[in-house]
């Protein structure tokens, strides 16, 4: 009965160096979300898979990131060449396919770029 | 620009009183609304939500009052606890996004005082 996990927690890197973002969502759940969130603000709209396709891209910020999900459970986030600005909580969340179905939210996690 | 505004950075109300946190929005298109909440270093947790069929939701404590006219909506706690003390998010999705991909208003901090 294991929640939407992430990892790392926390992820220190320095301008230009390349992170990937990893997420387990909940067994089962066919839709999964990244989302992100600076700090003081919302969590804002990042991508969407439904399994391993990605169906809504429109939220990336630049072509530096890059999602995957290739087997339709975990997914990977990756900054290329991070910047300053890329420094916030970076949230996945999964739900059952029904689009009113409930999201659920892993813990985060925070990226400094310094 | 912002489609889902919480006008309220901040609300402090006293314990066992009620708790009304506000939400307004620009896109006529949101059809399901949601709330959730945050303690600090965890992801959002879903509290309630409302589709616009509605204009009221009640869950225990919980009331999400729906004005669509107003494209407007609010939380109600009766009675507030110092266990709701947190960040408090109005999300809103539309049913033209397909992926039910959920727009976040800045958020609103409650103290709820013993």
């Known amino acids: 009965g294991a929640g939407v996990s992430q990892s790392p927690r926390y992820k220190v890197a320095k301008r230009g160096q390349d992170v990937a973002l990893r997420c387990d969502p909940i067994?089962?759940?066919?839709?999964l979300f990244w989302y992100q969130q600076a700090l003081g603000q919302g969590p804002e709209f990042l991508t969407y898979f439904q399994n391993e396709a990605q169906l809504d891209k429109s939220g990336l910020p630049s072509d530096r990131f890059f999602a995957e999900r290739p087997e339709g459970s975990v997914s990977t986030l990756k900054i290329q060449r991070t910047q300053q600005e890329d420094s916030a909580v970076y949230l996945c969340a999964s739900s059952l396919l029904d689009r009113e179905e409930t999201q659920y939210f892993g813990p985060g996690t925070r990226l400094l770029v310094l | 620009d912002q489609q889902v505004k919480q006008n309220s950075p901040s609300l402090s109300v006293q314990e066992g009183r009620i708790s009304i946190l506000n939400c307004d929005y620009t896109n006529s298109m949101f059809d399901y609304f949601l709330w959730y909440k945050k303690y600090p270093a965890e992801g959002p947790t879903f509290l309630i939500s409302i589709s616009s069929i509605k204009d009221k939701n009640e869950d225990g404590r919980f009331t999400v009052f729906l004005n669509k006219s107003a494209k407007h909506l609010s939380l109600h706690i009766v009675p507030s606890q110092p266990g709701d003390s947190a960040v408090y998010f109005c999300?809103?999705?539309?049913?033209?996004?397909?992926?039910?991909?959920?727009?976040f208003g800045q958020g609103t901090t409650l103290q709820v005082k013993p």
């Open positions: 067994s089962g759940h066919v839709s």
């Open positions: 999300a809103a999705s539309a049913d033209s996004s397909n992926t039910g991909k959920l727009i």
